[in-house]
């Protein structure tokens, strides 16, 4: 028989090509109506194509529908997805009335349902980012129960992101880790819907980045990537996939990928994926501050910081080093006050760098031991920011020979992440330890190492650090002119030649121009050359 337009709709959803499966479901609505199951899978639609209000329309309508034909357990399901999306969306107070609707629903019935598990997840996630882990531990894992009860899949997973989400909330990471690892292995079999699906793909690596998991952000992020390539129509989840990617290029020093991604993220938290919004501006922050980009690097943590979350602890590391150390501390210090262990995981290591530019050793100490003594602390990228940490709180406390022994250990551990930040700034401390301990040659050598690194990604305030250290004065005189040093400082901090045309008040071809002399005066075969030529010859700032 021939292919109904609702058949075509329904086939299209399954195949994930959701642009087809809103058009073909929704004239199917038109043409003749749609029953309640129809009106979810437009709704979900709607929403992964980043139509937020219509899909709540739609979801609104299933659950009439559902009460209408007396299916009370899809009705609450319903309600206790629009809990979870209205809260999302800011909108509380409503939020608020479908909770209650849903819990009437509930109470109505005679047998228990998996409806019910879904009415806690709004509870458990409002205890989880109130602060109350344990609560929250206690709702994911009723919710779960109840999943595994009805052999629900989508909220099995959901519970077992919920437990696991708060079990490194509350400072067991290895235990909570196994829980994520049980919903990936639902989410990547296909087993979940696609709205759980991106929900536990995003939390997930979003986990990873707290318990500092640098192996399983990368094999998420990977397997995120590709479940967001076979869909390329979907808005929701695609802005934060993206954020996640920068962030690896990040730790890896591909920075202009990272620009790249974020340019993306920031889109799309616009137009559809608004849980993107916080990544997307706080990595932002971070690679302006490692720029040395400040008063930009403040702007975007102000955009991050408009979601509710503070830009920590990026926007510290920028005041401490604009002298405004006593500000940092304090706002460091408050953080802490109230963080879970997870979070202290995430802060501690930029509490030590801030605490030393204050002079407050005793603090930074207090800090780095910490750090150090965290459970599941055997992860490379802890070790790392671990031993990193620990070398220079040895050096403040006059102990350099030590201090060079944790500073090489850890440089090992960059580098086998292939991280070449991390790597250059252990050698600055190896090279500080040196230095003290009477041997200037060695001293030299991470120095210069530590530099050209440095100048190759284009770190600014690192590579000016390291020249303060060395005692070195950035030439004056340069082949260049003064516009083409201009060019060249936009070319230093990332900008491509569109947008230093539009800084400048130039044409596109007038800085191509300009790119192409200042390559042939320095002798250099590449932006990133020149960028490092420059950096080592003092010729920006």
Request: overall charge negative; aromatic content about 6%.
């Amino acid at each position: 028989m021939p292919a109904t337009t609702l058949d075509l709709g329904r086939s299209a959803f399954f195949e994930h090509r959701w642009n087809d499966a809103l058009d073909c479901l929704a004239r199917a609505d038109t043409e003749g109506g749609l029953p309640p199951q129809d009106i979810e899978l437009v709704a979900s639609v709607a929403m992964l194509l980043g139509k937020e209000s219509e899909g709540v329309a739609y979801l609104t309508r299933a659950h009439d529908e559902y009460v209408t034909v007396g299916d009370i357990a899809g009705a609450a399901r319903c309600a206790a997805w629009l809990v979870l999306y209205l809260m999302n969306l800011g909108e509380t107070a409503r939020g608020s009335g479908w909770m209650s609707r849903a819990k009437q629903l509930v109470d109505g019935m005679d047998d228990p349902t998996e409806a019910e598990g879904y009415l806690l997840i709004p509870s458990a996630l409002g205890a989880l980012y109130g602060g109350n882990p344990e609560a929250s531990n206690e709702l994911f894992g009723r919710a779960l129960a109840v999943g595994q009860r009805f052999h629900d899949r989508d909220l099995t997973a959901l519970g077992q992101l919920g437990v696991g989400t708060a079990r490194i909330a509350l400072g067991f990471p290895d235990e909570g880790v196994e829980f994520l690892d049980d919903a990936m292995v639902s989410v990547t079999a296909g087993e979940v819907s696609p709205i759980p699906s991106g929900i536990i793909y995003c939390a997930v690596i979003g986990s990873c980045r707290l318990t500092l998991d640098v192996q399983r952000a990368h094999e998420w992020t990977a397997a995120l990537a590709r479940w967001c390539g076979q869909q390329p129509d979907m808005v929701m989840f695609s802005g934060q996939c993206q954020s996640h990617r920068a962030e690896l290029f990040i730790l890896h020093g591909a920075w202009e990928d990272a620009t790249a991604a974020l340019l993306i993220a920031q889109e799309r938290s616009r137009h559809g994926d608004p849980e993107a919004m916080w990544g997307a501006w706080y990595l932002q922050g971070e690679l302006f501050r490692l720029m040395g980009r400040d008063d930009e690097a403040m702007a975007a943590y102000a955009k991050a910081a408009e979601t509710g979350f503070e830009a920590l602890p990026g926007l510290a590391l920028v005041l401490a080093r604009q002298g405004k150390e006593p500000q940092a501390q304090s706002m460091l210090r408050r953080a802490l006050s109230h963080s879970d262990p997870a979070n202290r995981r995430r802060l501690l290591p930029a509490v030590v760098d801030v605490e030393l530019a204050a002079g407050d050793v005793k603090a930074a100490r207090a800090a780095a031991d910490e750090f150090g003594s965290l459970e599941g602390g055997g992860k490379p990228l802890e070790q790392a920011l671990a031993g990193q940490a620990e070398a220079n709180v040895l050096l403040a406390e006059g102990k350099p020979l030590a201090s060079l022994s944790v500073a090489r250990k850890a440089w090992r551990l960059w580098y086998s992440l292939e991280a070449p930040y991390g790597a250059a700034s252990c050698r600055v401390l190896a090279g500080r330890a040196c230095s003290q301990l009477g041997d200037p040659d060695s001293a030299a050598m991470e120095f210069e190492a530590a530099k050209a690194e440095f100048a190759d990604l284009g770190a600014a305030p690192a590579v000016a650090h390291v020249l303060e250290l060395t005692g070195e004065k950035r030439q004056s005189s340069s082949p260049l002119t003064n516009r083409e040093l201009e060019v060249l400082q936009l070319v230093a901090s990332g900008h491509a030649n569109r947008t230093i045309a539009r800084e400048l008040y130039l044409s596109e071809k007038t800085v191509a121009r300009h790119v192409s002399n200042i390559l042939s005066k320095l002798a250099v075969p590449s932006r990133t050359a020149a960028t490092g030529y420059a950096f080592e010859h003092g010729l920006i700032h």
